[in-house]
């Protein structure tokens, strides 16, 4: 993206075709609207950067198929040196035609061809230079077949161009289309402007369309064109007295015969521009953030490197960056695209009467209105003004356009802003995320922070905690995965278009993916799908396509949607982190172990709910098994996701667990009061969500789960140290993923899952009872031991063995509640001052501690029976903490 300062932004609008609504296409669905077409093929355009383009910004549905386009914008143009009615000079026109030749070539190497070349459509920036506008309407509207107007204007369109004539599809279930002119049709429109410049007046102005059409046609069979061109408009003397090479660029570029007419490419080559081609450096697209090329490899600094750090008071820090960044700031600051038409009247909304149909009486007499010029086409631009952009940001202070990514800036000056900015960050996120000034800041940050991905990673993980900026989620998102290197080469050397046998499903789930949206509902969208989830299913031949797949691919897939590389390589670095070996093709041991654990997590956080769905069997096999297997994209519309995902990405494979359970507690109420056919009933139909809450309470249960309580065999193996991909936890405090850390003596042991399914509570691993505990004196273990502060201790160990093998040895700060007398017959906890001390550390985390497994596991269901949240058992029980030497002796009495 080129920052706009030389330029300002604008709006144009369009209608597309409207389709019959009793019409379905083969697959029996209804026809999608061509303004959902057009929408999805704009997309690319924005990745059209050039010098001589203007940069394509957004598009936006409206009422009745209307299309409303936001792009770069110039105010004067071509158009505005012929109304001067002044001979252009020769160097000029020289310049002028090297300059869109630049464009043209461009453009033809990504597929595309201008085809509604004009002088109106050939802008001047501030410094002169020429900027080609509109240059996408033939390649979105796919080559004119879903609009109403032909694409082009009847002076300038190229003889092949005309005698086509207009092509439209005669069966809307049909694909057919236009032959598609090719770049030498630009050129011979570029060819009929340059000699428009040259005698300083417009061609064919007093020829009827019909005429001008017949004229142009008949050129065919004259040698000269440009002679008779000259002859026809009384300006033989003017072009005589051009120079030769002027001449001989307008009879290239006005060659009658396209097979003999120069391409742009050939053309930009020839001889005519040697010297004009010297004043303008080669053009290097920058390296993108994933690729082999180095991103700095063109970087070119002044000569006078204090001119970099020359303060100007009246700088337009705003203008100085991109042009994507100013829209989505102009958006928030309540810019409106169709306001801003209604405005210029370039929109009119007409009274209902107005809209009727044109009938006729016996008499012959008609009423209602002719035909509706909405079907043609305005290409009116409208610049859009940025004053209440810059008066909201008046504020703002230059150093916010150039934070320091040291950590130390406590002794920095700040505007007088920032006490305002540091309120907004503790407003709602959907509050920060439409703050004006607030995204400015944090977009401009998190931009710096990813340009020098990956040496910043672990800073851009400490700002992600805070919020991710939407503009750049889908990057951050790769950042946070720890996508590196030349994604694209990898994407495109997977084969894509050999037929697979999981063809045919993926074509079944697309059209059912997330349709409600705009952009993944084009066939744009879908056929992005297509290759995405193809490529992921061919380049992991141990796995297999399980419908769900669709929906774990479309955030990644709509937040990249032009870089299928990139969503790619996100979705096969999130799968291993969070779904590892969800998608063999025998993959229940998988999914029960995992369904396993979240029962026992519903025990451990909430025991009261975990009864009554146990009593009234409801287990989550019967709902959540969609839920882990698309991580939540099928159960939350894309919106909601983002934002979860947001902290999804910064926990670990664990996480996941904790957003169920907080799923789970905003419908506690209703499931405490519901039996097993309602309960089905409401999940069927998921209630609302609020999915801030949903964010913030799964953090609170994170940090309050013990790292090795979600421990799973079947969870991705630990990562090598210094392995740029590996996890990360980084809501530290209580909860990490407990596979990061290499295993020791001390860590969880791998038991049979019917063992598993068998215990309500969770195990956690000797380490984990030993970081956590006030424990003292000499460890054994590799494990550090951590001290924790005594007022607010985080967990009670309750020694459930005899009174005679306690006093032998038991853990320091251990209660002793043996388990042959700590219940009744009805299951009821015995009073006692051990079990008195139990009752005051309900809340926090309660490990049991016993020698056999057996007897700790039936302790434990006896709490969460009791209604005890956090209640968890010692793997290995007392005999995994012996070799640690952490056991302690009570004092003899004397």
Known sequence: MF????TEMGASTFFASALPHDVCGSNGLPLTPNSIKILGRFQILKTMTHPRLCQYVDITRGKHERLVVAAEHCERSLEDLLRERKPVSSSRILCIAYEVL???QYMNKHGMV???????NILLNRKGHVKLAKFGLYHMTAQGVDVDFPIGYPSYL????????IVKPSDHTQCEKPLPSGPKSDLWSLGIILFELCMGRKLFQSLEIAERLKFIIMLGCVDDIVTVLAEEHGCLDIIKDLPE?????????LTFQPSKRPTPEELLHDSLFSEVSLAYPPFHKPAGLFSSSPRCANLTLPEDISQLCKVDEDSDYLAERSIEEVYYLWCLAGGDLEKELVNKEI???????????????????????????SSLLDDTTVTLSLCQLRNRLKDVGGEAFYPLLEDDQSTLPHSNSSNELSAAASLPLIIRERDTEYQLNRIVLFDRLLKAYPYKKNQIWKEARVDIPPLLRGITWAALLGVEGAIQAKYDAIDKDTPIPTDRQIEVDIPRCHQYDELLSSPEGHAKFRRVLKAWVVSHPDLVYWQGLDSLCAPFLYLNFNNEALAYACMSAFIPKYLYNFFLKDNSHVIQEYLTVFSQMIAFHDPELSNHLNDIGFIPDLYAIPWFLTMFTHVFPLHKIFHLWDTLLLGNSSFPFCIGVAILQQLRDRLLANGFNECILLFSDLPEIDIERCVRESINLFRWTPKSATYRQYAQPPRQAGDSNGTRSSMSCFSADYQEAPRSDLSRDSIKLDDLKAEVSPRISAEDLIDLCELTGPSHSKTPVKKTKPSKPKLLVVDIRNSEDFNRGHISGSINVPFASAFTAEGDLIQCPATATLQSFKGRVVVIVGNAVKNTAAFAAHLVK????RVCILDGGINKIKPTGLLTVPSPQI
């Open 3 to 6: 920052p706009l300062k030389d």
């Open 245 to 253: 090479n002027t001449i001989d660029l307008l009879k290239k570029c």
């Open 866 to 869: 009791n209604k005890y949240p």
């Open 114 to 120: 201008h085809r509604a070349l004009s002088p109106c």
């Open 347 to 373: 929109i009119r909304s007409k009274p209902p009467v107005c809209t009727l149909p044109n009938f006729l009486l016996e008499d012959g007499e008609s009423f209602g209105q002719g035909r509706d010029r």
């Open 102 to 104: 630049q464009g043209l």
């Open 158 to 165: 190229a003889p092949e161009v005309i005698a086509q004539g």
